[in-house]
Structure formats: structure tokens, C-alpha cells
């Protein structure tokens, strides 16, 4: 059976509504991706809380420096048991091979995800930088370089996943937010695509973050995008 594919973004400041979100969704999503906002404030007591909810957790604080400072950060987050967590591409190779290497005897070891392009980089964004070619080709290559690195997979947009799915292969984890039900308010994002889009095109998981959690009835939310998948 193919496993829960539903990741919950928790964003809120509340720690009594993060802990009603947490209780009342965890027998019904796949994990919960705590980023760093939820992370500051209330740390590794919301990622024991999860996993006291028998619930998992993709720590998403996307990991950036020198090789063996993330090595370290991976090692750490493996310790705490989570599920998945994520690094940048953008930090290298040898960043990539050696946390793979860090974790890769733990048990349970996390899987290792890659952050290729921030959705919010654009053309201009990217000549500033100093990156060349367009986003996909970058965003391509990347997943490529996370993959020849070890790494388990990468986040994306779900307009990109179909093109390192076909690259890659259907082993390469493929980890989609900008995700929305249908004739639900799209907010801030801008690519976005439904559950089932984004599945088709290749996500293994999706993120959906605002549309369950500020719902009247976020179980009821959750179930729905659920069915939609079936
Ligand atoms: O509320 P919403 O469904 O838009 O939440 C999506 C989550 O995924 C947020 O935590 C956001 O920071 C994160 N995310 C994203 N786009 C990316 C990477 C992460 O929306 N490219």
C-alpha cells in the first residue's frame, strides 16, 4: 500500500491551536513538516509532541554551510528520530555526500531532501545571484546533483516534477508544496496545482499548509484532498 502522501505545513505562533492541529490531524496525514518559524519558537518540544501523537515529521529548515556543520545539523535531527529533512543544493556536492554519509548507518535514519530553486527566484532573481540558463534547467540540474550526491530527493514546485521524475527516475523522492484543493484560495502562491496534479506529475508527497490548517474542520479538509487521490 502506497504510504499517506498528505505532509501538513504547521505555520502558526499558537501553541495550543499547533497542539489541537497535531491531535486532531495526526491519525489522518502522512506527517507534519515543521519549518523554521514553528521550530524557533517552541523547538524540539513540538517535534516530540508530533511523535507522542504517533505522527512524523519533516523538519524543513533547509540547511545551508560547510560540509561537515551540516553534516552535524543532519546527524542531530537523525538523532530525534525525524522522518525527513532538507538542505540546499545550492551548498554543493561535498555538503550533499557527506551528510548522506552521516546518516546513512543510523536506524532510523531520516530521508535526506534537496531544496534546488526557491519558488520565490525568478529569471531576475537568479542573474543577481549570478546563476545562468533558465529556472527549469537550474532546478534540473540541481535535482541531478542531490541525486548524484546520495541524497533521497528533492523539494519542487509540481511543474517540475515531472520533468526530474523522467530524468531521474521514480525512486528519486519528489516533495511538492504549492499544493491547493480545488476552488480553494490559491494566497501567496503562484504555481499552484491540486493533489491529484501534482501526483500525477510525480510527487511522492505533498505539503498543504494554510487550506487544512485555518479550515473550520481541518480533519474534514485533509480527508477530502485524501479522497481526491484515491
Ligand atoms: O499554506 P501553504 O499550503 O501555502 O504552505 C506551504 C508550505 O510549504 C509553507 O510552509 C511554505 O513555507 C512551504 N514552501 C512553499 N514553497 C516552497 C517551499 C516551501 O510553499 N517552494
Redesign the pocket.
Known amino acids: 500500500m502506497r504510504a499517506n502522501p498528505l505532509m501538513v505545513?504547521l505555520?502558526t505562533e499558537d501553541r495550543e491551536i499547533l497542539r489541537t492541529l497535531v491531535d486532531q490531524l495526526a491519525p489522518a496525514v502522512g506527517a507534519f513538516?515543521v519549518?523554521f518559524f514553528p521550530f524557533l519558537l517552541f523547538g524540539w518540544d513540538l517535534v516530540d509532541y508530533i511523535h507522542s501523537r504517533g505522527s512524523r515529521v519533516f523538519l524543513?529548515l533547509k540547511f545551508h554551510d560547510i560540509p561537515n556543520t551540516v553534516a552535524n545539523a543532519v546527524e542531530a535531527a537523525a538523532r530525534r528520530k525525524v522522518f525527513m529533512v532538507n538542505l540546499h543544493t545550492l551548498g554543493g556536492r561535498e555538503m550533499m555526500e557527506r551528510a548522506a554519509a552521516r546518516v546513512r548507518d543510523l536506524s532510523p535514519r531520516p530521508l535526506l531532501l534537496g531544496?534546488t530553486l526557491?519558488?520565490?527566484m525568478g529569471p531576475r532573481e537568479m542573474e543577481e545571484v549570478g546563476l545562468t540558463g533558465t529556472v527549469e534547467e537550474r532546478v534540473l540540474s540541481l535535482a541531478r546533483l542531490a541525486h548524484d550526491s546520495g541524497l533521497d530527493g528533492v523539494?519542487a514546485?509540481p511543474r517540475e516534477a515531472r520533468a526530474i521524475k523522467d530524468a531521474l527516475g521514480r525512486d528519486f523522492i519528489i516533495v511538492t508544496?504549492?499544493?491547493?484543493p480545488p476552488g480553494v484560495p490559491i494566497?501567496?502562491?503562484k504555481r499552484v496545482t491540486t493533489p491529484r496534479e501534482a501526483m500525477a506529475a510525480g510527487a511522492h508527497y505533498i505539503?498543504?499548509?494554510?487550506?487544512i490548517?485555518q479550515a473550520p474542520d481541518p480533519v474534514a479538509v485533509a480527508r477530502e484532498i485524501l479522497e481526491e487521490l484515491r
Open positions: 505545513a505555520d513538516k519549518g524543513d531544496v526557491l519558488t520565490s523539494v514546485s508544496p504549492g499544493v491547493r494566497q501567496d502562491q505539503v498543504v499548509g494554510r487550506p490548517c
